[in-house]
């Protein structure tokens, strides 16, 4: 399992026209989920995205404080595209874990982070949609988490 994650100032998704979720300052979260990911990589992901320290604090140190320190929010895109290797100039994406389980898996990966933070600073988009996704990145500051299964390597 893997998220790109940037810091922003806001951030929305819009599905066919209608904007479906948006926040405020906090981090988007790009989501890609491996095939073999089980909930050990689900929770490795949960416990760093809440805890990652992106902000500064009180008194101007750098990298000190989390979302969740701060009271932010955090809005999650499914982006299977993040498993995706080459074949020539085409993208081939048979290492991202297929439709109803991954599915199922967003849907668990949410509910752990919702537990692990607050059901209402989590916002995410639709699963499999055609998502247009906006934000502005705050620094530019753009992260890249990974969780490594046994079997992947």
């Not at 701060?70 to 297929?98: I, R, W």
Request: glycine letters at 8%.
């Amino acid at each position: 399992m893997k998220a790109v994650v940037q810091r922003v100032l806001s951030g929305s998704v819009t599905v066919e026209g209608e904007v479906v979720s948006r926040i405020g300052k906090g981090m988007v979260a790009l989501v890609g989920i491996h095939k073999d990911d089980t909930k050990v990589e689900m929770d490795y992901i949960v416990r760093k995205l809440v805890s990652l320290r992106m902000w500064e604090d009180e008194s101007g140190r750098r990298w000190a404080k989390s979302a969740k320190d701060l009271g932010l929010e955090v809005l999650c895109v499914s982006q299977f595209t993040l498993y995706h290797v080459m074949k020539g100039n085409k993208p081939d994406f048979h290492l991202a874990m297929g439709g109803d389980q991954s599915k199922q898996f967003y849907l668990n990966f949410l509910e752990e982070i919702k537990k692990a933070y607050k059901e209402d600073k989590i916002k995410d988009g639709v699963f499999g949609a055609n998502m247009q996704v906006e934000l502005v990145n705050d620094g530019p500051v753009t992260l890249e988490l990974e969780a490594v299964n046994q079997k992947k390597q």
